[in-house]
């Protein structure tokens, strides 16, 4: 079954403790994206990846990392959280294609709450 | 600038009503797709329609149609006879793929929580 997913689902934490969130997809797609959800703000974009190694900022990468050393696996790094990370977070991926028309395949979420 | 807006934050409706959630989109490219998805409050985004830029025949499923206008760059969902398990944050999204583009990015509005009441 094409998915993707995201680990953990829910996660309470506190300042400063370094965390990371997983995200998996199994159907070789080339770009991945993390988003953030925040009440009246729609889904954001944090960072994104076109490939293997490549990466670039989204419209709100202040206070995270993320890493592509391999096609299937984009984690989402958050250093020295802080409160104001505390959000929804969604994954996504999809094929790069001129042609392409298929929807982002979006993981289920992470509810993180950072105290 | 928002290159996706959806100007009603929140809508109510009682059931059975009819309505329409509005989406005005903004971009130079000449091909590009629209979405809708749905984010019922169990979180998940679920997706419900994509259309291309070339092809404005409006579209049906069931209860629920969906409006392209190019002239106007609007995408318009509505939703005939609602029912209570509408009740949903909706979500408009612009993926461009013209050169220059960044391929693959989609850009989100954003959304409109809607609530039908029983």
């Known amino acids: 079954e094409a998915q993707v997913t995201q680990n953990p689902r829910y996660l309470i934490t506190v300042t400063g403790k370094k965390l990371t969130v997983t995200c998996s997809q199994n159907?070789?797609?080339?770009?991945m994206s993390w988003y953030r959800q925040d009440p009246g703000l729609g889904l954001r974009q944090i960072y994104y990846?076109?490939?293997?190694?490549?990466?670039d900022k989204g419209d709100v990468p202040e206070g995270y990392k993320v890493s592509r050393k391999e096609k299937r696996n984009f984690p989402l790094i958050l250093e020295s959280p802080s409160p104001n990370q505390t959000s929804l977070y969604f994954c996504?991926?999809?094929?790069?294609?001129?042609?392409?028309?298929?929807?982002?395949?979006f993981g289920d979420g992470t509810r993180l709450s950072i105290l | 600038a928002q290159k996706v807006t959806q100007a009603q934050t929140e809508i109510s409706v009682v059931e059975k009503e009819d309505v329409t959630l509005d989406c005005v989109y903004e971009?130079?490219?000449?091909?590009?797709?629209l979405f809708w998805y749905k984010q019922p409050p169990s979180g998940e985004l679920v997706f419900l329609i994509r259309?291309?830029?070339?092809?404005?025949q409006n579209e049906i499923s069931g209860r629920y149609s969906w409006n392209f206008q190019k002239s106007t760059s609007s995408f318009n969902f509505t939703i005939t006879a609602s029912q209570v398990v509408d009740s949903a944050v909706y979500f408009c999204?612009?993926?461009?793929?013209?050169?220059?583009?960044?391929?693959?990015?989609?850009?989100f509005g954003r959304g409109t929580q809607l609530t039908v009441w029983p």
């Open positions: 996504a991926s999809s094929l790069i294609s001129r042609g392409d028309n298929q929807p982002q395949h």
């Open positions: 159907m070789n797609h080339e770009y």
């Open positions: 990846s076109m490939n293997v190694e490549v990466t």
């Open positions: 971009t130079r490219d000449t091909t590009y797709y």
């Open positions: 259309r291309n830029s070339f092809d404005e």
């Open positions: 999204a612009l993926k461009e793929v013209s050169r220059g583009s960044t391929l693959g990015r989609l850009y």
